[in-house]
């Protein structure tokens, strides 16, 4: 019981883990089609934007409308294709809260039918604990997907790959995979800390990353939602030990 009490304490002082109070962003190519997108608003979170032949897909909205339109400036600055699609891999502030930016250039918004059933239920609870942490957050109405999908879907002429394994960091979670460059997006689902745990599934969190083990996917990096973006795939032990030490 005290372990499980230490997780959820760490939903309390997650402000700790905080980017830069002035916030940044910065791009930086990983392989290939695949940029991770470092951004020290708020908390310090990561996104992924891929390139493909025609178009660009953004993989996590960012946290608000301004730090998705500092993105798509970064975006600019390494191709002139257009931006048409942005994944919302959960249903939280950082991966959804700039979706009315995304909308405002065109770009349609996707997620699968549980992430936008969780946004259209807890929305405004998500946006109330966020402010907690980072009272200068706004106040963000909700902006649901265009395109939802019943489950897992791929982009990019099969290049992007999301799907959902069980609840974890979320209810809704999903991970996306780029087969071409062996790349694992983990989402908030891993990182390098344990991280907020306000949300989490602590009984279902270890069975989801053993079906990603399970899946056997060639992966020679995965890039963490938070903290430090690039890792390798003994990232997948490296937070099941840190579940096991929290429970």
């Known amino acids: 019981m005290g372990g499980r009490l230490a997780a959820w304490a760490v939903a309390l002082v997650w402000a700790a ?12 190519q990983v392989r ?26 953004v993989v996590g909205a960012t946290w608000t409308p301004e730090t998705a339109r ?12 257009p931006i048409t699609e942005v994944i919302n891999t ?22 699968t039918r549980l992430t936008a059933d969780e946004m259209r239920a807890g929305w405004d609870e998500v946006v109330a604990f966020t402010r907690q942490g980072f009272p200068d957050y706004p106040s963000l109405p909700l ?10 879907f791929s982009l990019q ?46 009984a279902e969190y270890p069975k989801t990353l053993e079906k990603l083990k399970a899946l056997h996917l060639d992966v020679d990096t995965v890039i963490a939602g938070h903290q430090d973006a690039e890792h390798g795939p003994e990232l997948i032990d490296r937070y099941l030990a840190l579940l096991h030490a929290a429970q």
């Not at 883990?17 to 930086?28: D, P």
């Open 143 to 152: 902006v649901l997907p265009d395109q939802v999908f019943a489950g897992d």
């Open 157 to 202: 002429n099969d290049r992007v790959r999301a799907f959902y394994l069980g609840p974890a960091h979320t209810k809704d979670g999903i991970f996306v995979y780029f087969p071409q460059e062996k790349v694992l997006y983990g989402n908030c689902i891993l990182k390098p800390e344990l991280g907020n745990m306000r949300y989490a599934d602590l």
């Open 32 to 57: 290939g089609g695949v940029y991770v997108a470092e951004d020290s608003h708020y908390a310090r979170e990561n996104s992924v934007v891929y390139i493909g032949s025609a178009h660009v897909t």
């Open 90 to 111: 959960n249903y939280h502030t950082d991966r959804a809260g700039g979706n009315a930016y995304w909308k405002s250039i065109g770009a349609r918004i996707v997620s």
């Open 17 to 28: 883990t905080a980017g830069a109070a002035e916030g940044k962003m910065a791009l930086k």
């Open 70 to 81: 500092e993105l798509a400036g970064q975006i600019r600055r390494v191709t002139d294709k």
